[in-house]
């Protein structure tokens, strides 16, 4: 929002005679003992009720001296309103008797009623005047008041940060959070120190606005652990995809500079430089995760299906000759496959198919990790659109039940695979003893308590919220495009490929985990085959 704008043409000096009517009905709440300025703020309402109308005395020096928009709307040189303003204080100076209440006659400007005040609300607008004017305080109260809003909820600093932020004046707002170290609502901080399972717990809102809070005071130790919490439980508007609100809402309800929502439209225009920044990189990091496991489902269902194409298969299709028997490739296609039953018996093949059918069966019915379908039917046609096509008892929305939104309980059910096996001969022939090392490498970047996972702004000495200058992080679609390939041994990352080094890479115990989970969740191709061997 731009203070000058506003100050110039949504706020305007209230009349003596609209004072007056409601001065014996509307009791001014005291910010500044000895402030020589009314704010008066009208909150918009519906049609059925009448508006609600608050007061606040504060200093208009703090004010002005903390608040570019403030200094805007109070400047008699720029507009009418503080012109009108000196004006009234003078005249106040000129009849106020000495030792007296006379606030009800102290100029009073009203607080323009636009969106971003009315969705912040009006404890949000009182936090912020008593921060401006906290020099104004006895050190007493000012004592009572840094210990009140060290520990005030996460809802109402982010309001206040918000309102701040749309006010140009978020600078005195960090200084004064930063430096009485504010709990996020908490009386103990260790409960934020460490990525934990109490953090999954948290509702989806208080997560938020503990990522705008602790991005707003720079910090990145915060905002990794939260973010990285965020990426694990999902969103309830991750759904299908992010879902953009049509209209404008509180900052942490969808989080910008790239986070989550795009950058300021200004900012791509201006700055080419940025245009490559990813606009959603929770919700993408997420997917990188997720499509990590549905690879390892996809390759056990491969090689144990006999979909695996080794080399000696692709030279066999790659020399037939028109005109032979698909039965000769198909042949061919067999010989060169490898079975996984481990006891080497004769019926390998049916010991494989055997375990391919127990896993679609439970990743699909129990895990829910995978669906069955057709890919002969358009999923826009729906063949009975009215109400009456459906059986009595039965809802359109019917739907099978789908996996769990968090990472860790899908990583939870997949590793309630039993031990299948076909007879007493082929114990150990199953998935089991292979997938749950691979497993263990996934969860063990999804459980660290660094939250490995999250994101990690640049630390700036300006506020991260100001949309001129937005963060900056390592964005995990860089590693994409290297098209790097992973080995899997013993839970752990093991090797690296790169296209342009035809040598592996050892990856190393003192390799950053950090890194190593990058690696991991962005690679081209990973080889699982290792993962459980023996």
Not at 482 to 488: A, E, F, G, L, P
Request: proline content about 5%; charged content about 20%; overall charge neutral.
């Amino acid at each position: 929002m731009n203070p000058a704008k506003t100050a110039g043409h949504q706020s305007g000096l209230s009349s003596q005679n609209d004072l007056k009517e409601n001065n014996e009905e509307l009791p001014t709440r005291v910010i500044s003992a000895n402030g020589d300025l009314i704010l008066e703020y009208i909150a918009p309402s519906d049609s059925s009720s009448s508006p609600t109308r608050r007061k606040w005395q504060v200093a208009s020096e703090h004010l002005t001296s903390h608040s570019p928009y403030f200094q805007a709307l109070l400047d008699p040189t720029k507009f009418s309103e503080g012109r009108q303003f000196i004006a009234q204080k003078l005249a106040w100076n000129e009849t106020k008797i000495p030792g007296s209440a006379s606030q009800y006659a102290l100029p009073t400007v009203r607080l323009p009623s636009v969106h971003s005040t009315s969705m912040c609300g009006e404890d949000a607008i009182e936090l912020f005047l008593k921060i401006l004017c906290l020099d104004s305080f006895g050190e007493a109260e000012r004592t009572v008041f840094e210990n009140e809003l060290k520990t005030q909820s996460t809802s109402l600093i982010a309001r206040m940060i918000d309102l701040a932020d749309s006010m140009n004046s978020p600078r005195a707002v960090q200084d004064v959070l930063q430096r009485i170290g504010y709990l996020y609502g908490k009386s103990k901080p260790a409960l934020l120190a460490r990525f934990n399972a109490a953090l999954l717990s948290m509702k989806e809102d208080r997560i938020r606005q503990i990522i705008f809070i602790s991005a707003f005071l720079n910090d990145s130790r915060l905002t990794r652990i939260m973010t990285h919490t965020l990426l694990v439980m999902g969103s309830r508007f991750w759904v299908n995809g992010i879902d953009v609100p049509e209209e404008e809402s509180l900052r942490w309800k969808y989080l910008r500079n790239g986070l989550e929502g795009e950058f300021p439209e200004c900012i791509l225009v201006s700055s080419r430089s940025l245009n490559h920044l990813s606009a959603e990189e929770i919700y993408c990091r997420r997917q990188y995760v997720l499509n990590t496991i549905t690879d390892l489902q996809a390759h056990f269902l491969r090689v144990y299906g006999g979909m695996e194409e080794t080399d000696s298969a692709r030279s066999a299709a790659k020399n037939r000759t028109l005109g032979a028997a698909f039965t000769a490739s198909a042949h061919a296609l067999f010989q060169s496959r490898q079975f996984q039953c481990r006891g080497g018996f004769n019926n390998a093949s049916q010991c494989d198919l055997f375990q391919l059918g127990q896993m679609v069966r439970f990743f699909s019915m129990r895990a829910r990790t995978i669906f069955l379908g057709s890919t002969l039917i358009d999923p826009d046609f729906d063949s009975a659109p009215n109400d009456a096509d459906h059986m009595a008892g039965e809802s359109m929305s019917d739907q099978p039940p789908g996996p769990p939104s968090d990472i860790t309980a899908v990583i939870a059910s997949i590793k309630q695979y039993p031990d299948y096996a076909i007879d007493e001969a082929h114990t150990g022939c199953g998935v089991r003893r292979r997938i749950m090392p691979a497993l263990e490498c996934i969860e063990k970047f999804v459980w660290d308590d660094r939250g490995l996972l999250g994101v990690t702004p640049v630390i700036s000495d300006i506020a991260v919220s100001d949309p001129s200058r937005p963060s900056k992080w390592t964005r995990w679609a860089d590693f994409t495009r290297k098209k790097h390939t992973v080995d899997i041994s013993f839970a752990r990352v093991t090797a690296v490929y790169y296209p342009s080094a035809p040598s592996k890479n050892q990856a190393t115990r003192s390799t950053p985990q950090e890194e190593l989970g990058r690696l991991l969740f962005t690679a081209a191709r990973r080889d699982w085959s290792a993962a459980g061997s023996g």
